[in-house]
């Protein structure tokens, strides 16, 4: 006797096979076949083979996942920000150099007696005894270099008294008032 021929997509089962009854489901022989497709116990096991979408493995994958991603949102956020503020802080502290340098030179230059006795002299209209000091106004350099601004001779306060006061005169008659009349219905 010839065993018939099993079809492209089953499988043999390894070990012997007990004859008659098995745990599986009712066999349609002794000699180990499988029951056929339409048969109770091939939808059984098309069941038993599908798994489910989400599995306790997946589960426990994207928890571990949503953990680690929360864990590292904090620290990432103030990495931002520490580097936000250290750039900040250089920037500043450029400035500052630059500051100090203007300042260095500037002490410098105060600790030449003949710049110190030059800024007294045209500043602070210092002199020594016995030298006498001319101010001409009107006729300096720097005055002559910067266009005069069309400033008002006045303070503004007094200019606003004469306005209200221009104001205040009668205007000068023009003719005389139409009486109002009374709307058409």
């Known amino acids: 006797m010839s065993r018939p021929e099993r079809p492209a997509g089953s499988r043999a089962r390894a070990g012997p096979r ?10 349609t022989s002794g000699r ?3 029951p056929t497709p339409g048969s ?23 928890l571990v996942v949503c953990v680690i991603a929360l864990s590292l949102a904090y620290p990432l ?5 520490q580097r936000a503020e250290i750039t900040r802080l250089q920037e500043e ?29 045209t500043r602070l209209h210092y002199q020594y005894p016995g030298e006498h000091t001319y101010v001409v106004l009107g006729a300096e350099e720097d005055d002559a270099e910067q266009p005069e601004a069309d ?7 007094t200019q606003l008294w004469k306005s209200v006061r221009e104001a205040d005169r009668a205007a000068p008659d023009t003719g005389s008032i139409p009486e109002a009349q009374a709307p058409a219905h």
Not at 18 to 27: E, L, N, T, V
Not at 41 to 57: H, I, V, Y
Not at 77 to 81: C, G, L, T
């Open 93 to 121: 502290l450029s400035r500052t150099r630059g500051e100090v340098e203007d300042l260095q030179q500037r002490y410098d230059r105060l600790q030449d007696p003949g710049y110190v006795e030059r800024l007294a002299r």
């Open 77 to 81: 956020r103030e990495y931002i920000a």
């Open 151 to 157: 400033e008002p001779a006045d303070p503004w306060f």
């Open 32 to 34: 180990g076949r499988r």
């Open 40 to 62: 109770a116990g091939a939808a059984k096991r098309r069941s038993a083979r599908r798994r489910p979408a989400l599995t306790s493995r997946a589960a426990i994958l994207a």
């Open 18 to 27: 007990a004859s008659g009854s098995s745990a599986r489901g009712p066999q």
